[in-house]
Every structure is written in structure tokens, then in C-alpha cells.
């Protein structure tokens, strides 16, 4: 699980969340990736059970939203765990 997957499951946690908002977000944290690279992402940790997805009409168009899923959860908190324990070997 990279850090971009991490920090969708985080997010996805908070509040549902959306494409468009992802990426600007991913930027803000210094990740350049395309609408072509984030969607695959999403839809696979959909298919993967870590991400439920709800489409809403928003002004006329469908938007995704995704949320975590109880297995989302585990996942994102054993990579919490993970990232702590490297971080208290190379502090």
C-alpha cells in the first residue's frame, strides 16, 4: 500500500470524498498525478473493498463519492502503525 492509497483511505475516513478534490488535495501534499492515474486508483480500492462509492447529480453531472469501508479501516490502521514504527527508526 504506497502513500497515495494511505492518504485516500485518510481522507475517504474524514468525509466522502471525489476525484477532482483528491487531486487538488494530493497536490497541496507534493503528488503530481493525473485524473488518468488517481481514477484507476479509486476504482480499484473500490473493487478491492476499501472504498464504497455513492453517485450523486451534482448541477447536472454524476460525481463519485467514496468513503471507507470497515476493511478500508483495517487497512488504513495497520499502515498507521507501519509508518509509526519506521518513523521511530529513522527520527
Not at 14 to 40: K, N, Q, V
Amino acid at each position: 500500500m504506497g502513500f497515495i492509497h494511505i492518504h485516500i483511505l485518510h481522507h475517504a475516513k474524514e468525509e466522502a470524498i471525489y476525484g477532482s478534490w483528491m487531486l487538488e488535495e494530493l497536490r497541496e501534499h507534493g503528488y503530481d498525478i493525473s485524473p488518468g492515474t488517481l481514477y484507476p486508483i479509486l476504482h480499484h480500492m473500490e473493487v478491492d473493498g476499501l472504498l464504497d462509492k455513492e453517485e450523486k447529480n451534482v448541477n447536472g453531472k454524476i460525481r463519485k463519492y467514496y468513503r471507507i469501508t470497515t476493511q478500508g479501516e483495517t487497512i488504513l490502521e495497520e499502515a498507521r502503525t507501519k509508518a509509526y514504527e519506521l518513523f521511530k527508526e529513522i527520527k
